[in-house]
RNA sequence: GCGAAAGUGGCGGAAUCGGUAGACGCGCCAGCCUUAGGAGCUGGUGGCCAUUUGGCCGUGGGGGUUCGAGUCCCCCCUUUCGCACCA
């Protein structure tokens, strides 16, 4: 009998062999044909290895293998992301100190990675927490910060009261903490940001030529949120001294300007309330700053509109109009300018607020028909919100008539002259917060001195090493637990040597990772975080595939940090990524999988029944790779079977030689080389996939045996999904060699891969009747004639004549009759 | 509310420069093999009708363009994702 395929015995025995001979381990300074195959690192839980992560990094190593067999030099290395929020709340939650817990899960990661036979390059790991590593996360904050592009400021800020700490903008979803889904608050602290609002146009920009995946690039184009419009300043009465500048996008509206709001945080506020209005504004104020945010974010469906009169009035610049001042919590500090000009016609809640406070309302843009005959006091029961090509101006002065699309440049350009206005874009992004009051993280490398203010730590002095600290469980404070080490925090100020205290805030994850790809190539070298020669050598990354969750937080802050770097001379590029492609979610029977549910996918238990082969291969065919698919248990059967089917064809019996057995097998044979060439190099797997079965049924049809011409490309296709089947395959075909040593990936013919024998299609009238086989390139006058001949065809044409006939070559003919 | 993507057999999914819908797999059915089998092999498998040749219907719903529509256009429904008082 047959020797049976025994899937966990040959993985053993590959994931040995690949170890001892270290096959993966790339000449980082020689190779001559690099491909720098990047996946986004996992956080090491304690849970150990998701199913999630094993899809995500099974296609992204099944594009490395493939390259790596088409002759590249593949470089396909692995880190964890060790540090973070989410490892100090579970280390808490365990009682076990983080200095601890981290390494034993990422010896539990190791293990399970290697089990599932990624092609990594296990002597570059990058582990974020080791000194080594944030020793140049702390360098990069010493550039940035020399290079103006950190700060440290108060602002209000989203606090997480369950992690106690602050967020960034990119951490809240829906107004609650990404981690814990606490609600947010707001808190104003001191805090460090980076600027990346000064490179929202160059990561809006740059999004035109990098090769990313669409929805990828949408929805960075929408968290950036760029608008244009003008920025207008109005006066006010009273106050010669200040002006209140706004942001509008719709400059064409503003005659109908009747009143303007400020946000509660408006710093203008206190100032200009009159007195009988003082106590009812206090309150207000109050209330608003007391609301959490999210109660203060779902106004807009459900709560009504509030406000309240601060008895100031501006100056409407055109019309020279007395409007009155009111304060508001629908206008967003965060964004422009606080402050907003009432343009109630023409603006949604702008009319919802003036409707509710019976604030005047002026119309001034209509559609163009509309305008012969227009009566100036007409009343709208809605605004009027189109801004199509068609509308024109009304009660504008002398704009009326303009159209309104036009009317924006005219009148931003008629207040520029006066010095009462400016064009102006704004970005809906906001500035990094980078300060996290929190133990488990690179400490921020500053000094603060009472004499000499804020001092970066000297880059000699790196790294500032994370102290361990035994109570490192976060307080209400708002001050970090660093603090809690007088050791740490009591030190020398670099500068006037006099006492001070160092920061004591670390800094959020996403700073770690948003530069670890570059450490990578150089995690022997110890002198510099990235040597030059191979990081242009193997930078920009060929390509990274990773999860569509990080669009705006990993994948943008990387792009940002690469910037910066690359603008204080350290990189020779600006965009970190070559090409990015996201992969789909995999979820379980049609359901999210999810601890609360209990249906999680282990991959040990199926990589212990099936192997790591078929779960690959398994994971890879239940749907596109880049939409997800759905895991249903009974279905990887069909991929065990299918191997056996491989196995046996090479190991079964005799293999034959000579050239495929028919021109028929041999061209199936070129053109399924053809198909998964092209499937597997932009992702589509699962059709891959099912075009190695249909082969394989084609080969062993009849059950006969195939020949080794035959077998042997299909090993090799195999090889990027079943490395270690493929490997043993290939030894017993007599290779000495890995299979992944050398250029294994078969070539085809274009033009055997074309069948000569072609099944057309014959319709009557577009109705199919009947399918004619013949040779490939035959003439429309042979076709027809054959159709013709058809009974089925005569059945339908019967007493009627051809009046046209449609050809479409080696495909289908369509006799239209009457 | 705004933006985007998607709705195809019992199931996962193929096929979109408009050209034979349902590849491949799961499941199911029949047969073979077997002491036995949640094993293996062979064949079948969108629905309805027909003894056979075959016919009709069919890609969320409705209209349209076309010799021909899953694919293009218009309207509607549903689902998923992103953003959400962003001025």
Known sequence: MAEKYDPVAVETKWQKRWDETQLHNVDIDGADAPFYNLMMYPYPSAEGL?????????????HGRFKQLQGHTVFEPIG??????????????????PMELIPSNIKNFTRQLKRMGFMYDWARVVDVTQPEYYKWTQWIFLQLYKGGMAERRQAPVNWCPSCKTVLANEQVIDGRCERCSTEVTQRFLDQWFFKITNYAQRLLDNLEWIDWSESTKRLQR??????????????????????????TTRPDTLFGATFMVLAPEHPYLQQITTDPQRAAVDDYVKNALAMDVVERRKAGEEREKSGVDTGAKAINPVTDEEISIWVADYVLMEYGWGAIMGVPAHDERDFDFATQYNLPIRIVVIPADQYEGFDPSAELDAAFTEHTEDEVLVNSGKFDGVLAAKAIKEITDWLAEGGRGTHAVNYRIHDWCISRQRYWGPPIPAIHCEKDGIVPVPEEDLPVTLPFVENFKPDESG??????????????CPTC????????????????SAWYFMRYPSTDRHDVPFEAGRTKKWLPVDMYIGG????????MYSRFITMALHDLGHLPFEEPYHKFRKHGLIIREGAKMSKSRGNVVIPDEFVERYGADAFRTYLMFLGPYEEGGD????GIAGISRFFDRVWDAVVGGELGDGPPETDELNQKLHATIKKVSEDVAGLQYNTAIAAMMEYLNAARGGGRSARRSEIEPLVAMIAPFAPHLAEELWERLGYKESIFAGASWPAYDEQLALADQVDIAVQVNGRLRATIRAQRGASEAQVKQAALGEEAVQRHMDGMEVVK???????????VVK
């Open 548 to 555: 569509e969750e990080h669009a705006v937080l990993h994948l």
């Open 479 to 492: 001050v970090g637990p660093l603090a809690r080490s007088a050791e740490f925090l009591n030190v020398e």
């Open 222 to 247: 929408n968290w950036i949120g760029r608008s244009e419009g003008a920025d207008i300043d109005f006066e006010i009465i009273g106050h010669p001294d200040k002006k209140l500048r706004v942001f």
């Open 631 to 634: 895991f249903r248990e009974q």
């Open 80 to 97: 964890f992301d060790a540090f973070g929020i989410h490892s100090e709340n579970f280390a808490l939650e365990l009682g076990v100190h």
């Open 497 to 512: 040597g006099g006492p001070a205290k160092r920061e004591t805030d670390v800094s959020d994850t996403f700073l770690d």
């Open 805 to 815: 006939t449609i050809f479409v070559p080696d495909r289908l003919i369509n006799l």
């Open 50 to 62: 998701h199913v999630g992560n094993v899809y995500a990094f099974t296609g992204a190593d099944i």
